[in-house]
């Protein structure tokens, strides 16, 4: 049975850090693209950053540079960390594992919120 599952989440001040954790379990980790997503209220799931299975990396612009998205295959688990937080980057952010036939997998989600 395929779980992947997100914790991490909470609220945080302006300028504040979290740092995300996904671990995906049922599947050989080590071969597995992961990425993680978010979703304002109102707005489109949108892709953050990447991590493929050889460990490239690659971010959408809004993040780049504050966000790093790392992988512990020894663990089965993807991390995002999330430095200099904008109230911008509240949203439910969801972890997505892709196999090599690109069958994915998404977590249930967990909630940031940037807020004073």
């Known amino acids: 049975q395929v779980q992947v599952v997100e914790s991490g989440g909470g609220l945080v001040q302006p300028g504040g850090s979290l740092r995300l954790s996904c671990a995906a379990a049922?599947?050989?980790?080590?071969?597995?693209?992961m990425s993680w997503y978010r979703q304002a209220p109102g707005k489109e799931r949108e892709l953050v950053a990447r991590?493929?299975?050889?460990?490239?990396?690659n971010y959408a612009g809004s993040v780049q540079g504050r966000f790093t998205v790392s992988r512990d295959n020894a663990k089965n688990t993807v991390y995002l960390q999330m430095n200099s937080l904008k109230a911008e980057d509240t949203a439910v952010y969801f972890c997505?594992?892709?196999?090599?036939?690109?069958?994915?997998?998404w977590g249930q989600g967990t909630q940031v919120t940037v807020s004073s």
């Open positions: 049922g599947l050989t980790f080590s071969r597995l693209d």
């Open positions: 997505n594992a892709r196999d090599p036939f690109s069958t994915t997998y």
């Open positions: 991590i493929s299975m050889f460990g490239g990396t």
